[in-house]
Nanobody, 119 residues
Framework: QVQLVESGGGLVQPGGSLRLSCKAS????????MGWYRQAPGEERELVAT???????NYADSVKGRFTISRDNAKNTVYLQMNSLKPEDTAVYYC?????????????WGQGTQVTVSS
């Protein structure tokens, strides 16, 4: 089992920045990939960015060049630095931890943190 606690959401003006944090606890040594997803009202949850144990990252096209995912293994924490925010970035952001147990995997989710980009 993995527990995830997010923080750092809030209200920001267009063009502003926010940093989200996600602290993991529990069976952290089994985690293969961590990431951030988001869900806007009336929309499906979508991938924002992921980072593997080896440090490889992957981003949605819509956030490339603006968002950066990183991890601090000593603190068991993953970050999402969001710059040049746009109103369309408004959503609930969820932290995800994936444990691969070939041929399947287990996903764990945080409670979500609201990000609102508005003037």
């Amino acid at each position: 089992q993995v527990q995830l606690v997010e923080s750092g959401g809030g209200l920001v003006q267009p063009g502003g920045s926010l940093r989200l944090s996600c602290k993991a606890s529990g069976d952290i040594f089994s985690i293969n990939v961590m990431g951030w997803y988001r869900q806007a009202p009336g929309e499906e949850r979508e991938l924002v960015a992921t980072i593997t144990n080896g440090g490889s990252t992957n981003y949605a096209d819509s956030v490339k060049g603006r968002f950066t995912i990183s991890r601090d293994n000593a603190k068991n924490t993953v970050y999402l630095q969001m710059n040049s925010l746009k109103p369309e970035d408004t959503a609930v952001y969820y932290c995800n931890a994936r444990i691969v147990k070939y041929p399947r995997f287990d996903d764990y989710w945080g409670q979500g943190t609201q990000v609102t980009v508005s003037s």
